[in-house]
């Protein structure tokens, strides 16, 4: 069984940085494009950032300047850097991740993680 873990989220202060991290555990063949998906109250899920396995990465304009997406393929992780936070960047946070199982090499299914909260305030 596939699982994405989350963890890093929490509640800080205007101009403060968090770090999130995002772990693939089970049967994996596989992973390649990742990334990072949030979710404010009363408001659509929307992409943050994305990563493919190469390393090329994509940002939200947004967070452009602000965030940063890596990943380790060696520990099937995938981080998000935040800086200058704000507060309108407090929401779930989302890990995603295409990942082909063990069990099915040749299938590459989508997986998320279950959701860390980001709090920005003072």
């Known amino acids: 069984q596939v699982q994405l873990v989350e963890s890093g989220g929490g509640l800080v202060q205007p101009g403060g940085s968090l770090r999130l991290s995002c772990a693939a555990s089970?049967?994996?063949?596989?992973?390649?494009?990742m990334g990072w998906y949030r979710q404010a109250p009363g408001k659509q899920r929307e992409l943050v950032a994305f990563?493919?396995?190469?390393?090329?990465?994509t940002h939200a304009d947004s967070v452009k300047g602000r965030f940063t997406i890596s990943r380790d393929n060696a520990k099937n992780t995938q981080y998000l850097q935040m800086n200058s936070l704000k507060p309108e960047d407090t929401a779930v946070y989302y890990c995603?991740?295409?990942?082909?199982?063990?069990?099915?090499?040749?299938?590459?299914?989508?997986?998320w993680g279950q959701g860390t909260q980001v709090t920005v305030s003072s």
């Open positions: 089970g049967s994996i063949f596989s992973i390649n494009g």
């Open positions: 990563i493919n396995r190469g390393g090329t990465s």
């Open positions: 995603y991740a295409d990942i082909a199982p063990g069990a099915t090499p040749l299938l590459q299914h989508g997986y």
